[in-house]
């Protein structure tokens, strides 16, 4: 993965094509696009078994 945010122009009301392509692009480089068109499901969180202590400490 190259860069954790894209280079190229935001979205505005008048740029949509441009840039459409530009974050299909930076999204594919980043390994994201799988998840984002749909083709991959995104990863699943672990929940916390039973016996991992979960509670906050609390001071005195």
Same mark, same amino acid.
């Given at each position: ?10 979205? #505005?009301?008048?740029?949509?094509? #441009?840039?459409?392509?530009?974050? *299909? ?18 990863? *699943?969180?672990?929940? =916390?078994? =039973?016996? *991992?202590? #979960?509670?906050?400490? *609390?001071?005195?």
């Amino acid at each position: 993965m190259s860069s954790s945010s894209p280079s190229f122009a935001r979205l #505005t009301s008048t740029n949509y094509t #441009t840039w459409s392509g530009d974050m *299909e692009a930076w999204l594919k480089s980043q390994g994201l696009w799988r998840i984002v068109s749909g083709s991959q499901k995104r990863p *699943e969180l672990k929940s =916390p078994s =039973p016996s *991992e202590d #979960t509670t906050s400490v *609390e001071s005195a």
